[in-house]
């Protein structure tokens, strides 16, 4: 104790720094946390959270049961999936390319415009994406050259994942670059010139230098990553939905706000949130627990 308070008092000016984004942390995430008990009661406005009726496990029996279960937790899963295998390699590609840039000036402005989808906003994106792929937008004028019919992008269910994984790559993976690009700063330059001096090219001085380098990054992000699978932002996916591609388009996020905000149905909806939360975090345990031992004990914790 003795301890904890002198390193509290040496090292008070860093808490001070930490306070705020603690106290918002525990405003906006944790005392939230009670409203959960409500996937286990028959939630009712007159009585209250405390005072409504507990039914058990009743709404998760129900959600489990229910005939579009599989569909929408396959649809969730294969999107999450999809976005984390051809989504995670590349930022780790684009900083890998970034690192062999020698001109700044070249490489500031290139980043620059790896970095900008990121600011815009997702309404913004989605707008973009129907243009582009709409009927009669550039993407379809150009297939009109070769084959003479255009394709429905948004309509058609099995062009929904390609589309949503794809701007979502254009959109994110600059910014996601930052961190690799951190990393690989602080490789050694004569790392580089020693191997080259031995006889080894590019591809191998990446292999043997830059990979090795930011191997720990990569297993944060990944486990980070997979963590948090099932947790597909709503505001795209929603967005993006039409009446005919909902058979792909339809996942766990946009079902909770269609029963719990448009039908009113909060008990139903709650447990079909803590579900989602609970494959998280046990998805987010496993994948730490295979990476820290293919990793030589390096994992989030």
């Given at each position: 104790?003795?301890?904890?308070?002198?390193?509290?008092?040496?090292?008070?000016?860093?808490?001070?720094?930490?306070?705020?984004?603690?106290?918002?942390?525990?405003?906006?995430?944790?005392?939230?946390?009670?409203?959960?008990?409500?996937?286990?009661?028959?939630?009712?406005?007159?009585?209250?959270?405390?005072?409504?009726?507990?039914?058990?496990?009743?709404?998760?029996?129900?959600?489990?049961?229910?005939?579009?279960?599989?569909?929408?937790?396959?649809?969730?899963?294969?999107?999450?999936?999809y976005?984390?295998?051809?989504?995670?390699?590349?930022?780790?590609?684009?900083?890998?390319?970034?690192?062999?840039l020698?001109?700044?000036?070249?490489?500031?402005?290139?980043?620059?415009?790896?970095?900008?989808?990121?600011?815009?906003?997702v309404?913004?994106?989605?707008?973009?994406?129907?243009?582009?792929?709409?009927?009669?937008g550039?993407?379809?004028?150009?297939?009109?050259l070769?084959?003479?019919?255009?394709?429905?992008?948004?309509?058609?269910?099995?062009?929904?994942?390609?589309?949503?994984i794809?701007?979502?790559?254009?959109?994110?993976?600059?910014?996601?670059?930052?961190?690799?690009?951190?990393?690989?700063?602080?490789?050694?330059?004569?790392?580089?010139?020693?191997?080259?001096?031995?006889?080894?090219?590019?591809?191998?001085?990446?292999?043997?230098?830059?990979?090795?380098?930011?191997?720990?990054?990569?297993a944060?992000v990944?486990?980070?990553?997979?963590?948090?699978?099932?947790?597909?932002?709503f505001?795209?996916?929603?967005?993006?939905?039409?009446?005919?591609?909902?058979?792909?388009?339809?996942?766990?996020?946009?079902?909770?706000?269609?029963?719990?905000?448009?039908?009113?149905?909060?008990?139903?909806?709650?447990?079909?949130?803590?579900?989602?939360?609970?494959?998280?975090?046990?998805?987010?345990?496993?994948?730490?627990?295979?990476?820290?031992?293919?990793?030589?004990?390096?994992?989030?914790?």
């Amino acid at each position: 104790m003795n301890r904890a308070m002198s390193s509290i008092k040496q090292n008070h000016f860093l808490y001070w720094l930490m306070a705020p984004a603690f106290i918002l942390t525990v405003i906006f995430k944790y005392i939230p946390m009670y409203g959960v008990i409500i996937a286990f009661k028959d939630f009712s406005y007159s009585k209250g959270i405390w005072g409504s009726d507990w039914v058990g496990f009743k709404y998760f029996e129900k959600f489990l049961n229910a005939p579009n279960f599989e569909a929408i937790f396959m649809n969730t899963l294969k999107l999450s999936l999809y976005g984390l295998a051809f989504g995670f390699p590349v930022p780790i590609i684009l900083a890998l390319m970034l690192n062999q840039l020698r001109r700044q000036g070249v490489k500031k402005n290139v980043q620059l415009m790896l970095y900008a989808p990121n600011f815009i906003s997702v309404v913004v994106i989605v707008g973009m994406v129907f243009i582009f792929l709409s009927p009669t937008g550039p993407i379809n004028k150009l297939i009109l050259l070769f084959t003479g019919h255009p394709v429905n992008f948004m309509s058609d269910p099995g062009y929904f994942r390609t589309v949503y994984i794809v701007s979502g790559i254009w959109q994110a993976a600059g910014w996601s670059s930052i961190i690799y690009v951190a990393a690989l700063a602080g490789v050694d330059p004569e790392l580089h010139n020693a191997a080259t001096i031995d006889g080894a090219n590019l591809l191998q001085r990446i292999r043997s230098i830059d990979l090795p380098t930011i191997k720990p990054v990569m297993a944060i992000v990944f486990i980070l990553s997979a963590g948090g699978i099932m947790a597909i932002g709503f505001e795209k996916a929603f967005l993006m939905q039409t009446a005919l591609n909902l058979p792909t388009s339809e996942i766990l996020p946009t079902y909770v706000y269609k029963v719990g905000l448009k039908s009113g149905d909060y008990s139903y909806s709650a447990a079909i949130g803590l579900f989602n939360s609970i494959i998280n975090v046990i998805l987010l345990i496993l994948v730490n627990f295979v990476v820290k031992k293919l990793n030589e004990g390096e994992g989030l914790y």
